[in-house]
């Protein structure tokens, strides 16, 4: 037998910072990538922006979070959260530090 992945292995996976959470189990992510100019060789940060589903409404503005591609699920979403990497910075978790 093969070594093949199946088909829900092979779904792109993504880092992003989400920049929108106003719609309903909704958030917008950010997702920052390094190409390189192809006449001057100068790196450059392209970025794009993907709606992805957050089935807990989870996610705030800021939060780092992994992204996977998955069935459309309505006419802009074709992402899901997996999970959160690192939640954003607010005046109460940084007064709780600082404690």
Same mark, same amino acid.
């Given at each position: 037998m093969s070594q093949e992945k199946k088909w829900h292995e092979k779904r792109k996976e993504m880092v992003g910072v989400v920049v929108s959470d106003k719609m309903d189990k909704t958030v917008v992510v950010k997702v920052d990538? !390094?190409?390189? %100019?192809?006449?001057?060789?100068?790196?450059?940060? $392209?970025? !794009?922006?993907? %709606?992805?589903?957050?089935?807990?409404?989870?996610? $705030?503005?800021?939060?780092?979070?992994?992204?996977?591609e998955t069935r459309p699920i309505s006419k802009t979403k074709r992402w899901v959260v997996v999970k959160i990497l690192q939640r954003a910075k607010t005046p109460e978790t940084v007064e709780q530090e600082n404690v």
């Open positions: 990538r !390094k190409v390189q %100019h192809p006449i001057y060789k100068k790196h450059i940060i $392209k970025s !794009k922006k993907y %709606h992805a589903h957050d089935p807990n409404n989870e996610c $705030k503005v800021g939060d780092i979070v992994v992204i996977r």
